[in-house]
C-alpha cells in the first residue's frame, strides 16, 4: 500500500520559516515527480512546487518562488519543502502528491500543478501564519 505522510506544520509569525516533510512507504520516490499543493479555506487546492526525483528539476508558482525550496533525498525516500519568508496568505493544509506517470518536471508546464495529475497523496499538514 502507498503511503504519503507530511509532517512540519505549526504556528509561525509572519516572516517565519517552517520546513515540511513528506516520507513515503510502500513504494519508492526514485523517478517520479513529486508535488506540494496547499488549500486554504474555501479555496481550491493549488500546486505551488514540484520536483523530479530522477533529476532533481524543480518548479514553484510565482506566488512562493524565491521563498520556498522543494528537495528530495532519495535514500530517505523523502521531500522536503523549506519555507521562509512565511506570509499570512501562506495558511493552509499542505499535501505532497506523486504524479506517477511523469519522470521529469518541465518549468513552465502547467500539468504540474494540477491536482487530478497526481495519483497518491498525502493527509496534509496546518500551516498557520500569524500576522
Known amino acids: 500500500e502507498v503511503q504519503l505522510v507530511e509532517s512540519g506544520g505549526g504556528l509561525v509569525q509572519a516572516g517565519g520559516s517552517l520546513r515540511l516533510s513528506c516520507a513515503a512507504a510502500?513504494?519508492?520516490?526514485?523517478?517520479?515527480?513529486i508535488g506540494w499543493f496547499r488549500q486554504a479555506p474555501g479555496k481550491e487546492r493549488e500546486g505551488i512546487s514540484c520536483?523530479?526525483?530522477?533529476?532533481?528539476?524543480?518548479y514553484y508558482v510565482d506566488s512562493v518562488k524565491g521563498r520556498f525550496t522543494i528537495s528530495s533525498d532519495n535514500g530517505k525516500n523523502t521531500v522536503y519543502l523549506q519555507m521562509n519568508s512565511l506570509r499570512p496568505e501562506d495558511t493552509a493544509v499542505y499535501y505532497c502528491?506523486?504524479?506517477?506517470?511523469?519522470?521529469?518536471?518541465?518549468?513552465?508546464?502547467?500539468?504540474?500543478?494540477?491536482?487530478?495529475?497526481?495519483?497518491?497523496w498525502g493527509q496534509g499538514t496546518q500551516v498557520t501564519v500569524s500576522s
Open positions: 510502500g513504494f519508492s520516490f526514485n523517478d517520479y515527480v
Open positions: 520536483i523530479s526525483s530522477r533529476d532533481g528539476t524543480t
Open positions: 502528491a506523486v504524479d506517477s506517470k511523469r519522470h521529469t518536471v518541465v518549468p513552465g508546464a502547467v500539468s504540474h500543478f494540477l491536482a487530478y495529475e497526481y495519483d497518491h
